[in-house]
């Protein structure tokens, strides 16, 4: 899989989002029509969204085993 400069204009995937899409999630055996298409914000809102849960997974694991540290 990898990310993709648009070559075309087409419009962001994510729900109401009114932008350009900017990027394309390039992914063996998916037809061109079927990737998944988005603009820089919404890339990056999810971006930061991953690594927020990333973090919060951790620290509830450390709670769960009982680490205080
Ligand atoms: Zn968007």
Redesign the pocket.
Known sequence: MRLEKMPIRLK???GC???F?EFQVVRKGTPASARLR??????KELSRLYEESVKTEAQNVGTNLGNGD
């Not at 988005?38 to 890339?43: E, G, M, Q, W």
């Open positions: 962001c995937d994510n989002c009114e932008n899409a988005l603009c820089r914000n919404c890339l």
